[in-house]
């Protein structure tokens, strides 16, 4: 089952783990992502997360499809949180089962790297010193001109 | 026509607001959304002159045609993960 979700409850990475898996699997690979307390050795107290929600659901299941596609394996779980965070909590969470460990290693690395090209999600800082600011993020490819 | 657009993040901090509503001549671009935002002056004169859009939560290109009722997301630099 391919799943996804763009959600403000706390992610349990053991949960999306579970959403994976077949008896032909013999490797899960599980990708967790955590807010970190210091950014370019500036410590840092906390993060919020804000997103265009309906539009990342669309598509953050659109990369979980193109995961699952790639791997040849349609068990591709993939959560990513919204809101306020504290350090070390659980930003996003993505598995992937397939038969063979490489498979399961690409798809994983695969949705994070398109999350952080394409998924309308900002990510605010919240430094020790009291300045916040919205983090440099990347120019989503906007597709073919004219076309709609 | 009339179309709802969406502000995240920077840019809604810039101009003060999550949303507007843009009053636009029928057959206008995003490109002629874009400007009709930035002669608004103030906050919104200093959004980018071409920033990333998504009209009805798709990345549309600037000279995506409009229709009456879409919703068009202008995107800041996406920072998720």
């Known amino acids: ?148 | 026509m009339r179309v709802k657009v969406l502000l995240f993040a920077a840019h809604r901090e810039l101009v003060g607001q999550a949303d507007t509503v843009a009053a636009l001549p029928e057959g206008a671009t995003v490109e002629v959304l874009i400007a009709e935002l930035k002669a608004r002056g103030g906050g919104w004169a200093r959004l980018p002159v071409r920033p990333a859009v998504a009209v009805n939560h798709k990345y549309a290109g600037s000279d995506t045609m409009l229709e009456d009722g879409d919703e068009v997301a202008l995107i800041p630099p996406v920072a998720g993960g």
């Open chain 1, 1 to 148: 089952m391919i799943w996804s979700d763009v959600t403000t409850d706390p992610i349990d990475p053991g949960t999306v783990l579970k959403r994976v898996g077949a008896p032909g699997d013999g490797a899960a690979a599980l990708f967790v992502g955590m807010v970190r307390n210091s950014n370019e050795g500036r410590p840092v107290g906390g993060m919020e997360y804000e997103g265009y929600r309906d539009m990342a659901r669309d598509q953050l299941a659109a990369i979980a499809a193109e995961a699952a596609q790639q791997a040849d394996s349609d068990r591709v779980a993939v959560v990513h949180r919204l809101g306020e965070l504290a350090i070390g909590e659980v930003s996003v969470a993505i598995a992937v089962s397939s038969p063979h460990r490489a498979e399961a290693f690409r798809a994983a690395r695969y949705v994070i790297e398109e999350i952080k090209k394409r998924l309308p999600i900002w990510k605010r800082e919240r430094y020790l010193d009291g300045e916040e600011v919205w983090l440099e993020g990347h120019l989503p490819v906007t597709g073919i001109e004219g076309t709609r």
